[in-house]
């Protein structure tokens, strides 16, 4: 059964920094493009950023570009999403999900797994 664990929020300053990490459970992430959302409070969930499985690919939302990063580690079967220069509306429940696919649509994984978990909520307030 494929399950992904979100790890690594916390609350943090304006123009800080904070690395999520997402850790594959029962299966191997190295087949799956894996992809990094938020759901904001009163809105939906959106995606933000993608990675290939190989690693050598990836995208990002407009409103993320230049501040996050996303990597993976197959032989640790986990995927990061580096962020820095953080800003208020930042603040979200940040989710990770595999597509069923290797490759990225964009910033997307291609045919998402509903195999969404509880997700790691990130504060940016000072």
């Known amino acids: 059964q494929l399950q992904l664990v979100e790890s690594g929020g916390g609350l943090v300053q304006p123009g800080g920094s904070l690395r999520l990490s997402c850790a594959a459970s029962?299966?191997?992430?190295?087949?799956?493009?894996i992809g990094w959302f938020r759901q904001a409070p009163g809105k939906e969930r959106e995606g933000i950023s993608c990675i290939s499985s190989s690693g050598g690919s990836t995208g990002y939302a407009d409103s993320v570009k230049g501040r996050f990063t996303i990597s993976r580690d197959n032989a640790k079967n986990t995927v990061y999403l580096q962020m820095n220069s953080l800003k208020p509306e930042d603040t979200a429940i940040y989710y990770c999900?595999?597509?069923?696919?290797?490759?990225?649509?964009?910033?997307?994984?291609?045919?998402?797994?509903?195999?969404w978990g509880q997700g790691t909520l990130v504060t940016v307030s000072s």
């Open positions: 999900a595999a597509g069923s696919l290797a490759a990225c649509s964009g910033y997307m994984p291609r045919d998402v797994i509903p195999a």
């Open positions: 029962g299966f191997a992430l190295r087949a799956y493009a």
